[in-house]
Each structure stands twice: as C-alpha cells, then as structure tokens.
C-alpha cells in the first residue's frame, strides 16, 4: 500500500509517515493511532453498508496487528454475515484468546457454531459468554436451543426457565418449555406454556397449533377448534412474497 502523506506527532510536532512505529524525534509509539483509524475506518465503512471494503480495511489492520481482538471481532461479523461461517470462527476465537473477558466474541462465536449445527460447541461457547456475563438473556436463550437441538432436555428447560426469569415475556422461550413439556407427556403444562407464548400482537401459528392438539387431547374440542380458527386468520393476514 502506498505511504500516506505526513502527519506530526501529537507529543512533538515531528513528521512521519503511516510505516513509522516510532516517532524519530520523541521515541512516542505511534502505530495505534493508525490501529484506532482503521478501526473507526471499517466501522463506517460497514454502517454504510460497504461490506467489503470494511473487511479489506480490517484484514489490512490484522496484518500488522494479528491479535487485535475488536477487528477480529468486527471481521468475524462481516464473514458471518456473508455466510462463511468457519472463517467467522476462525476470527472470533482470535478475539476471544486475545481478550478472554470479551463476552461478546463468545456469544457470537456461539452463534456461528450454531449455524454450523456444531451444538457441543455452541453450547461451550454460550457457556463462556455466561461465566462472564450471567444477566444476558440472550446467551441464556441461545444456549438453552443449542442443548434442545442437543437432545439435553432437562438442561435446556433450566435456561428457558432463566431466560423468562430475565424477561417474562420471552415468547419463544414459552413456545420451547411448552414442546419440552408435551414431549414429555405433561400436556397440563405444557399447554400452560403455549398459552404464555401468545399474546394480544402475535398470534404464533406453532403454538397454536401445538395448543390445537393438546387441547383436542385433553378433551377440549372447542378450544382446540378456537385454535385452528386462530392459525388460520394468521396465517391469512401474512403478506404474499
């Protein structure tokens, strides 16, 4: 890359140029204040939806700085984002081995193992993010899917259960405990659960059709017949791609 045209250094006034580390004058570290431009670079670069120059100016960055966690971080969204997902973790374990309190990083290396349908490790990585950050809903959430896809029930209902403690009104959270329950034949409480995962905006066909069944087995026809009813004017009111 070509140098760029001088600057002065903030402590002395002497002049340099973007391939000094050191001002000649002074002896002051100069090379993370072109980290911080960067950075600062990429990240307008991706709010304005130039993806990939932002990812050009963030691979520029690691290759001086290869441990950076925030670029690591930031240029593992971006390859996520377009779908190269092993490349996403590639970057968010740099993040993560760099800075080992980045709750972030391992949520979303978390979630990149997901998509990679990799459960046993999202669900570590989840777990990392919630040693470090035990209030984020989301990681509760996103850990108690990742042990239900696992086929670790009881563990995935105690993080539905702590994810509606956080935020009562977590519907997908209900919508899960309710299928929990129903496999396991309480359909009690498990039509409880699929009752909580409605409410007056959001009329979530699953559900309702989990509660369809459920109510037809217990004897409930009518309801059951309300529910179908419901599912039906939902799925009606959807807009036509």
């Given amino acids: 890359m070509a140098p760029t045209s001088p600057s002065r250094c903030v402590r002395c006034g002497h002049r340099f140029t973007e391939q ?28 304005a939806g130039s993806n990939d ?13 290869p441990a950076h966690a925030l670029a690591n971080h930031m240029l593992g969204t971006l390859y996520f984002r377009q779908g190269v997902l092993d490349v996403a973790i590639q970057h968010y374990r740099k993040a993560v ?24 490790e999202a669900v570590h990585a989840f777990r990392k993010c919630l040693s470090i950050d035990p209030h984020c ?35 997908m959270a209900h919508y899960h405990i309710g299928v929990i329950y129903e496999r396991r034949g309480n359909f009690e409480a498990a039509e409880k659960a699929f009752e909580r995962s409605q409410d007056e905006a959001v009329g979530e066909v699953s559900s309702l059709y989990h509660l369809a069944l459920l109510k037809r087995a217990l004897g409930d026809a009518k309801g059951a017949e309300d529910c179908l009813r419901r599912a039906r004017q939902f799925g009606a009111a959807q807009p036509v791609p």
């Fill in 97 to 120: 081995a760099t800075a080992p309190s980045f709750a972030r990083a391992y949520y979303d290396l978390g979630v990149a193992h997901y998509h990679r349908a990799d459960m046993p």
């Fill in 137 to 171: 809903n989301a990681a509760h959430y996103r850990l108690a899917i990742s042990l239900f896809h696992a086929g670790e029930l009881d563990e995935a209902l105690r993080e539905f259960e702590q994810a509606i403690m956080l935020t009562p009104d977590y519907l």
């Fill in 53 to 65: 120059e932002a990812r050009r100016e963030l691979e520029r960055l690691l290759e001086s700085e």
């Fill in 20 to 47: 000094d580390k050191f001002c000649a004058e002074c002896g002051v570290f100069l090379r993370d204040g072109f980290l911080d431009h960067r950075l600062l670079l990429a990240l307008s670069l991706e709010q």
